[in-house]
C-alpha cells in the first residue's frame, strides 16, 4: 500500500508492484514511510497498475552537493568559490554546447575539442584569475589539448576501435542512428582527458613561477630543467589517478571478464569493451606526460624574457 505524493494523482491511495529488475539490481526492501519512484501501466481493459522502478534519491543528492559546495567555500575561500563557478560553467558547455550539437548531428570530435577549448577558456580563468600564471596554463592546455585529439584519432583507428564497447552506445544508436560511435568515442576521450589536464598545466606553470621568484638570477634551462623535475614526480601520482579513475568506472566490466574463465587471455583484453579502457588510459597517460614539458617550456620562456 501506498499514496502517491507528486504528480496529477497525488494523494490517491493505491497498491504497488516490485519490479524483479529493481530487487535484483539494488537488493533492498522498501520499508514503511519510503519514498520511491512507481510507473503506471494502464492495460486494455483501463485498469492501473502501478510499479515501483527506482528509490528516491533526490534529497540526499541535493544534500551531498550543498555539503560539497560549504566544503569547497569554507577550506577554499574565494578559490573554492571561484572553482564552483568553473564547474558549473563547464557544466553549462557540456549541457547546453555539446550535447545538443552532437545530437543535432555534428561530428562528435570536433564539437567536443571546441566544448573542451571553451570549458579550458572559461574554467581556467574562472577559477584561477586572470594572470600570467593562469594565461600559460592555459597555453600549455591548448596545445597539450590539439596534440591529444591526433592522438586519440590514430590510436582509436589503429586499434580498429568502432565506439560500441557499451551499452550505452547502442542505446544511443537505437534513438540517433546516424550518430558516429567512434566520434563519440574521442569526444569522451578528450572531455576525460581535460578534467586532469588542468590540474598538471596549473600546477607546472605555478612551479616555475615560483622558481623565478625565488632565484631571479635563473636562466631558460635552469628554470626549464627545474621545473621538469617537479613535473616527473607529478605525472607518476596522475598518470595511476587516470587509471584508476577508468578502472573504477569499468570495475562491473572487469568482475564480467573475470568471472568469464571459458575465454582465453588474449580474447579477453582484445575485446572491444576492454580495447577501449586501454586506449583512454594510453591516450590520456601519454597526454599528461607532454603536458609537462610543454608547460613548463612556456613559462621559463615567458618568466626568462619577462624578468
Not at 16 to 24: A, G, R, T, Y
Request: overall charge negative.
Amino acid at each position: 500500500q501506498a499514496e502517491i505524493v507528486k504528480g496529477p494523482a497525488k494523494g490517491q491511495p493505491i497498491e504497488l508492484e516490485l519490479n524483479d529488475l529493481f530487487v535484483s539490481s539494488t537488493a533492498i526492501d522498501v520499508q514503511a514511510g519510503d519514498q520511491v519512484v512507481v510507473v503506471q501501466t494502464i492495460d486494455l481493459d483501463e485498469v492501473a497498475t502501478y510499479t515501483i522502478i527506482d528509490a528516491y534519491r533526490l534529497p540526499a543528492l541535493i544534500w551531498a552537493v550543498i555539503v560539497f559546495f560549504l566544503l569547497a567555500v569554507i577550506f577554499g575561500r574565494l578559490k573554492g568559490l571561484t572553482s564552483i563557478a568553473g564547474l558549473a560553467l563547464s557544466a553549462g558547455v557540456i549541457v547546453w554546447f555539446l550535447v545538443p550539437r552532437i545530437v543535432a548531428g555534428a561530428d562528435p570530435l570536433l564539437t567536443s575539442l571546441l566544448a573542451s577549448l571553451l570549458i579550458a577558456t572559461v574554467s581556467l580563468f574562472v577559477a584561477h584569475g586572470f594572470n600570467k600564471r593562469t594565461a600559460i596554463a592555459y597555453g600549455g592546455t591548448i596545445v597539450t589539448l590539439i596534440i591529444s585529439a591526433l592522438a586519440a584519432v590514430l590510436a582509436v583507428s589503429v586499434t580498429h576501435l568502432f565506439g560500441m564497447g557499451s551499452e550505452e552506445s547502442i542505446f544511443v544508436l537505437a534513438d540517433l542512428p546516424n550518430l558516429s560511435l567512434k566520434g563519440l568515442l574521442l569526444a569522451g576521450i578528450m572531455l576525460g582527458l581535460l578534467g586532469v589536464l588542468d590540474d598538471i598545466t596549473t600546477a607546472q606553470s605555478a612551479v616555475v613561477e615560483e622558481l623565478k621568484l625565488a632565484n631571479p638570477t635563473l636562466t631558460f634551462t635552469e628554470l626549464y630543467r627545474r621545473g621538469l623535475s617537479v613535473g616527473r614526480e607529478h605525472i607518476a601520482s596522475l598518470i595511476n589517478t587516470l587509471f584508476l579513475a577508468y578502472a573504477g568506472a569499468s570495475l562491473p566490466l572487469f568482475l564480467l571478464f573475470y568471472s568469464n574463465n571459458n575465454q582465453a587471455l588474449w580474447m579477453i583484453f582484445n575485446n572491444e569493451m576492454i580495447a577501449e579502457e586501454i586506449v583512454r588510459t594510453i591516450v590520456g597517460s601519454a597526454s599528461l606526460i607532454l603536458a609537462v614539458p610543454i608547460t613548463t617550456a612556456f613559462a621559463a620562456y615567458v618568466h626568462r624574457k619577462c624578468h
